[in-house]
């Protein structure tokens, strides 16, 4: 199979953020001494815990 060899690492994904988006993202990453794969898996835990609440929380119409 040709490609990259691995690494021993989790696969990569990528993703296009607005210009904007990444700067300040990566300004307030650094302001708090994080990398930016550190703080967008960190959002990406939230996201998914507040959407498994969502979900299991009956509707209240």
Do not use: Y
Request: hydrophobic share 35%.
């Amino acid at each position: 199979m040709a490609g990259r060899p691995a690494t021993g690492q989790t696969p990569v994904v990528t993703f296009r953020p607005p210009i904007a988006l990444r700067q300040e993202l990566d300004e307030l990453a650094k302001a708090e001494g994080r990398d930016r794969s550190d703080v967008l898996i960190e959002a990406v835990h939230d996201w998914i815990r507040k959407k498994r609440r969502e979900l299991s929380t009956p509707r209240q119409d």
